[in-house]
């Protein structure tokens, strides 16, 4: 049974920084790209970030590029977000969010996404 913890949510002024963290558990670190989303009141969840499987490869949304850093550690795995900078506007409830593949024979699979319960991230002074 997959399942994401998110933890690490909390109060921070305008200016200060924050980690977030994702314990995973019930899927192989290697099959999953792994991405951070969020959503603020009265809005759409949006996407954050996204690290490939291998953690090689990451993007991010324009808002947070250069503020925010996502990593993974595979051998724990483990999903990570290290907020820079942080505005009120990065106020949001923020979910982790497991994309793992589900192989059937050797070259045929589907991609499953599974979510975390999300922690609140409130920037305000």
């Known amino acids: 049974q997959v399942r994401l913890v998110e933890s690490g949510g909390g109060l921070v002024q305008p200016g200060g920084s924050l980690t977030l963290s994702c314990a995973a558990s019930?899927?192989?670190?290697?099959?999953?790209?792994m991405s951070w989303y969020r959503q603020a009141p009265g809005k759409e969840r949006e996407w954050v970030a996204t690290?490939?499987?291998?953690?090689?490869?990451?993007t991010y949304a324009d808002s947070v590029k250069d503020r925010f850093t996502i990593s993974r550690n595979n051998a724990k795995n483990t999903l990570t977000l290290q907020m820079n900078s942080l505005k009120p506007e990065d106020t949001a409830v923020y979910f982790c969010?497991?994309?793992?593949?589900?192989?059937?024979?050797?070259?045929?699979?589907?991609?499953?996404?599974?979510w975390g319960q999300g922690t609140q991230v409130t920037v305000s002074s």
């Open positions: 969010k497991a994309a793992v593949r589900q192989y059937y024979s050797s070259t045929y699979y589907q991609t499953y996404d599974y």
């Open positions: 690290i490939t499987d291998g953690g090689d490869t990451t």
């Open positions: 019930g899927f192989a670190a290697s099959s999953a790209a």
